[in-house]
């Protein structure tokens, strides 16, 4: 998911930069254009006709191309029936306060009104021709609104597909950290002892606590099952602690073992509690899976710490 995080933001950016780049290119191509309009009016409109409407981004190019489009038509003696085209410019400049070129923009279009005023009636092909160039013009610029929308489209439904994405990834994180049954069922036996003791305490009633105490006996009396059942517990609610120690080759057991250290336990009193007589064998295998030297800090120390470390970066 965070590759395909990864290659939504590319392709966005990818989209950003691609539009400077034609901005550029459109700019370029209008400079040029205008230079040319006075001695070389037609080789300026074939130019400024030519170019791809897509490349004419930003309101600013559209009203700049509109306004040298406009006077290269009347330069070349190609006369348009209205001031669709010209309007344009003369919009988009007078909204922006830029006064000289509104003035301009003003100019030609008065000069473009009175051209059409003297279109005779009777002259049906310059009348169809203008109305033709009017019409490409228009649709050309309607079609490149149309992708631009489309664009629009795709790059809100990219931005919403990564933030499904975010979401799931944290919803799925959030499944992980969900107790299995196994995991349920561990915990809801151990909130049943405690609840027995917690009741012999508040009662004082010595049948409560011979039941409490022979709970806990039926808890701990399979030290092997206890430390396997110890491990699961301690990854619900120490999952990253678990990890770590997952990552260093540990066994489910050996896990096991080192929770009873972070549970306060000295290193004797694990040993008394598993009952093996290779406990201090079994105490440096794990040492050396975690990397701790024979003259290195004490074990417990150690997994406490490493404990300590890894709910503090949980929570930062």
Not at 199 to 227: G, M, P, Q, T, V
Not at 267 to 274: A, D, H, L, S, T
Request: net charge neutral; proline share 1%; with cysteine.
């Amino acid at each position: 998911m965070t590759r395909l995080s990864n290659i939504i933001f590319i392709l966005t950016l990818s989209i950003f930069v691609g539009s400077c780049m034609h901005h550029n290119d459109a700019g370029a191509l209008m400079d040029n254009a205008e230079a040319h309009l006075e001695l070389h009016p037609d080789s300026a409109f074939v130019a400024l006709d030519s170019l791809d409407r897509r490349e004419l981004n930003t309101p600013e190019l559209r009203a700049r191309h509109a306004l040298l489009y406009s006077i290269a038509l009347e330069k070349c003696g190609i006369s348009i029936m209205n001031d669709s085209i010209i309007n344009i410019a003369v919009n988009y400049y007078s909204s922006t306060g830029d006064r000289e070129r509104a003035e301009k923009a003003i100019l030609w279009r008065d000069i473009i009104l009175e051209q059409a005023e003297n279109i005779e009636a009777t002259d049906t092909l310059k009348r169809q021709n203008a109305r033709i160039i009017q019409e490409r013009y228009v649709d050309k610029l309607e079609l490149v609104e149309k992708r631009r929308q489309t664009w629009a489209i795709i790059l809100i439904s990219l931005s919403i597909l990564a933030f499904c994405i975010t979401l799931i990834r944290k919803y799925a994180h959030r499944l992980k950290q969900k107790p299995d049954d196994k995991a349920m069922a561990l915990i809801r036996q151990r909130l049943s002892v405690l609840d027995k003791i917690l009741a012999s305490h508040i009662s004082s009633d010595d049948k409560a606590y011979r039941i409490s105490e022979e709970e806990i006996e039926n808890l701990i009396s399979d030290r092997e099952s206890f430390l396997i059942s110890t491990k699961i517990v301690f990854k619900e609610n120490h999952p990253e602690f678990i990890s770590a120690l997952e990552d260093k080759g540990l066994t489910d057991w050996e896990i096991g073992y080192c929770c009873l250290y972070t549970l306060g336990l000295k290193g004797k009193e694990v040993g008394e509690f598993i009952q093996k007589k290779r406990h201090y064998i079994i105490s440096s295998e794990i040492r050396k899976k975690l990397g701790l030297g024979e003259h290195d800090t004490n074990i417990g120390i150690w997994l406490r710490t490493l404990i300590s470390e890894t709910e503090r970066l949980k929570n930062a």
